[in-house]
């Protein structure tokens, strides 16, 4: 929902408030090729938690901690997936205000979901979740 709302968001910005068009054809159309990768990464972690049978939904029981694939270079790389079809929707969309989304998009996520998983995953697995946690970043 709230990546949906956020390309809305990004529309509105860009059709409204376009400013100024610094991307602009052939370049724009880059923001579709981050777009593709962003949603393979996403699939790929959404596939990982389906394989381990472990709760995909936010804040739903965590009953595998999943430390391989591209958890082993984010802590986040669905939340990550999402950030990255918006940094491809303001690539591909070319102008300045729809990158207002972003650090916004980035920022509520983090507070309202990942940090209270965080605190879950520790009280799920403990010492092991802390060590992955130091030694993953949590975006990139």
Same mark, same amino acid.
């Not at 940090?115 to 403990?126: D, H, N, S, T």
């Given at each position: 929902m709230y990546l949906v709302l956020s390309m809305g968001a990004m529309a509105v910005l860009h059709f409204g408030f376009p400013i100024a068009q610094p991307i602009r054809e %052939? /370049? *724009?159309y880059a $923001?579709? =090729?981050l777009i593709v990768l962003a949603f393979a990464l996403g699939f790929w972690a959404l596939f990982l938690f389906r394989r381990a049978r472990t709760g995909v939904v936010p804040f739903s029981e965590a009953t595998t901690l999943i430390i391989g694939g591209p958890y082993r270079f984010t *802590?986040? %790389? #669905? /939340? &990550?997936g999402m950030? $990255?079809?918006?940094? $491809?929707?303001?690539v591909w969309l070319g102008s300045v205000t729809p990158w207002l989304v972003l650090p916004a998009f980035m920022g509520i996520v983090t507070d309202r979901f990942i =940090? %209270? !998983? !965080?605190? #879950? &995953? !520790? *009280?799920?697995? $403990?010492s092991r979740y802390l060590e992955y946690r130091g030694a993953v970043r949590r975006w990139l």
């Open positions: %052939p /370049y *724009r $923001g579709a =090729v *802590r986040n %790389p #669905m /939340y &990550l950030a $990255g079809i918006l940094l $491809g929707t303001a =940090v %209270p !998983e !965080e605190a #879950m &995953l !520790e *009280r799920a697995f $403990g």
